[in-house]
T-cell receptor
Framework: EAGVVQSPRYKIIEKKQPVAFWCNPI?????LYWYLQNLGQGPELLIR????????DSQLPKDRFSAERLKGVDSTLKIQPAELGDSAVYLC???????????FGEGSRLTVL | KNEVEQSPQNLTAQEGEFITINCSYS?????LHWLQQHPGGGIVSLFM???GKKKHGRLIATINIQEKHSSLHITASHPRDSAVYIC???????????FGKGTKLSVKP
């Protein structure tokens, strides 16, 4: 069975440019998370979906970040415009239920120049 | 003070040594997760536990709910165990995870 798939693995952009990350969770997993991970730190939640509904987006910087999960399956996280401080790894994870075991993708490493 | 504290932050061991990584938390939890992250790689779930002890191969995880403390043990450590080990606790009705900063383990041959 395929795990959580993320793309791209690496992205280098100049500041003020837009960027988008894509995640396809494990089939049947209704809960999807986007996390941000800075070097040497643990992941920080950006947004959590239950099916197509964003049930926790309190930590998402909504002035520049947006996310969608239109059909309750795959999801896209967008940053527009990107800032230098957005350089980090963006992790997607899915779970069969809220609070259940998490399955992570390989992450998308963003470098903003 | 962070709600999830791990110790040590960095750990270097010789191959074959018994390793212990500790996690203390200050919130009420529904479950505690131990995760492994290899350099440049994604995160893998090792254990999810809410009481007692779990064992998988050379890895053992224990939790003491009263003391709000968990330990991850690695027996007969091997260089391939070198990774960052992250403790995370599920808190609240929806089980949102609060992550520790991780313990970087390096096992030398």
């Amino acid at each position: 069975e395929a795990g959580v798939v993320q793309s791209p693995r690496y992205k280098i952009i100049e500041k003020k440019q837009p960027v988008a990350f894509w995640c396809n969770p494990i089939s049947g997993h209704n809960t999807l998370y986007w996390y941000l991970q800075n070097l040497g730190q643990g992941p920080e939640l950006l947004i959590r979906y239950e099916n197509e509904e964003a049930v926790d987006d309190s930590q998402l910087p909504k002035d520049r970040f947006s996310a969608e999960r239109l059909k309750g399956v795959d999801s896209t996280l967008k940053i527009q415009p990107a800032e230098l401080g957005d350089s980090a790894v963006y992790l997607c994870a899915s779970s069969s239920r809220p609070g259940g075991e998490l399955f992570f993708g390989e992450g998308s490493r963003l470098t903003v120049l | 003070k962070n709600e999830v504290e791990q110790s040590p932050q960095n750990l270097t061991a010789q191959e074959g040594e018994f390793i212990t990584i500790n996690c203390s938390y200050s919130v009420g939890i529904s479950a505690l997760h131990w995760l492994q992250q290899h350099p440049g790689g994604g995160i893998v779930s090792l254990f999810m536990l809410s009481s007692g002890k779990k064992k998988h191969g050379r890895l053992i995880a224990t939790i003491n709910i009263q003391e709000k403390h968990s330990s991850l043990h690695i027996t007969a450590s091997h260089p391939r165990d070198s990774a960052v080990y992250i403790c995370a606790v599920g808190s609240g009705s929806q089980g949102n995870l609060i992550f520790g900063k991780g313990t970087k383990l390096s096992v030398k041959p």
